[in-house]
Each structure stands twice: as C-alpha cells, then as structure tokens.
C-alpha cells in the first residue's frame, strides 16, 4: 500500500523569496517520487523525479527536491518564485521497479504576490 | 518535445450517452493510462494498459468503462451510460519501458460534462 499527504492545500509566497511544499508519503515498497505541476487548464507537466539515485534531485525552472527515508518526505524547493510557478503541485509516490501505479497526493496550490 | 495529445479539450455529453475520449500517446511509449480529476479534488488512478490489455485497474474503472487501442497510434476511454457524476477532466498518460521506473507523461486532457 501507498500513500500521499500533501501537508498544505495553499501556499502564498512573495515573488523572489523561497518556496516550500511538503510532501510525505508512505510506502510498503521502496518509493519511487515525482513533483508535478499544473497549470490552469493544462495537463500535468514533470518537474523532477527521484527514483533511488541521488537524494537530492534536481528539476526543471529551478525545482529541487529531496528525498528523506527517515522523515518519509520529499520536500519541493525553490529559492527563489517567480510569478510564472503560480500553479497546482502534486506529489506523486509508486513502487519502484518495472510499471507503476502511481498515487497522487491531493495537491498545492502556489500563490505568488507580486 | 513529444507530447501526448488528447480529443477533444472538452466534451458535451446528456446523461447516459455513450463517450468516447481520444488520446494519441508518444510514438515510442508503450504503456498507457486513464487518469480523472473530479473538480476540486485529486487526480485518481483508473486503468493502465500493456502489451494491448489491461495492466491494472482502479475500484472506479468498473463495466461501464472500457480502453482501446484501435490502432498503432491511438488509445481510448470509452465510458457507457454516463452519468453525472463521470463530469470531470480525464488525463491520458503514457510512459516508455525502461529499467527503472520511467515517468508518465500526461496530456493536457478532456474536461467532461455531463447533463
């Protein structure tokens, strides 16, 4: 079995200061993560990935992402917003190894003040 | 970039029409999934499909759903009977075979409405 808990449905952040959303997720298999990103009226669009490589990972528009065991967390980080990261984020947990069945957490939205 | 594309944006339907949703996956992907996303709430898992059957299946993907892959390039939802509470955004997603997990990459989906 596996789950999802995104610890905040909202997040407001100021343009140019750090963003954190929070993941945790449990998993009787070894985990494999994803952070996606939605924008309005679009499909979901990958920002990064971990799957049992390096624990901290990096993604795309400056995302980042790391994968802690002992807290069951994958944290997204950005140091800085910018206005165009306003969106939906989900965290994604499935088994790893060969096809998956992925679980979506329940998703955040961003927020950012000009 | 290849992406997954899927038909129609958005899909009109009276209660308990039959519909079928379109998604075209990227060419080299070999599986395929049905993912909905009822308003305001979170995306959900409905079915996966490899090597042209069914991988596995969600609690939601009952009898009166059913997928497709008609041909080399094309794979389909088709939901019968529909009823109100099927309104929702259905993503299509796709992912290569690879070692490892492979991530899914998701069309920019089909908002259903059902009247």
């Known amino acids: 079995a596996q789950s999802v808990t995104q610890l905040d449905s909202h997040v407001s952040v100021s343009e140019g200061t750090p963003v954190l959303l929070r993941c945790n997720y449990s998993?009787?298999?070894?985990?494999?993560l994803f952070w996606y990103v939605q924008h309005p009226n679009k499909g979901l669009q990958l920002l990064l990935k971990y799957t049992s490589a390096a624990t901290l990972v990096k993604g795309i528009n400056g995302f980042e992402a790391e994968f802690k065991k002992s807290e069951t967390s994958f944290h997204l980080t950005k140091p800085s917003a910018h206005m165009s990261d306003a969106a939906e984020y989900f965290c994604?947990?499935?088994?790893?190894?060969?096809?998956?069945?992925?679980?979506f957490g329940t998703g955040t939205k961003l927020q950012v003040i000009p | 970039e290849p992406e997954v594309t899927q038909t129609p944006s958005h899909q009109v339907t009276q209660m308990g029409q039959e519909v079928i949703l379109r998604c075209v996956p990227i060419?080299?992907?070999?599986?395929f999934y049905w993912y909905r996303q009822i308003l305001g709430q979170k995306v959900e898992f409905l079915v996966s499909f490899y090597n042209n059957e069914i991988s596995e299946k969600s609690e939601i993907f009952d009898d009166q759903f059913s997928v497709e892959r008609p041909d080399g390039s094309n794979f389909t939802l088709k939901i019968r009977s529909t009823k109100l509470e099927d309104s929702a955004m259905y993503f299509c997603a796709s992912s290569e075979v690879g070692t490892g997990v492979q991530p899914q990459h998701f069309g920019d989906g089909t908002r259903l409405s059902i009247l």
């Open positions: 060419s080299n992907h070999l599986y």
């Open positions: 998993s009787s298999y070894s985990p494999s």
């Open positions: 994604v947990v499935t088994p790893s190894g060969g096809y998956q069945k992925v679980t």
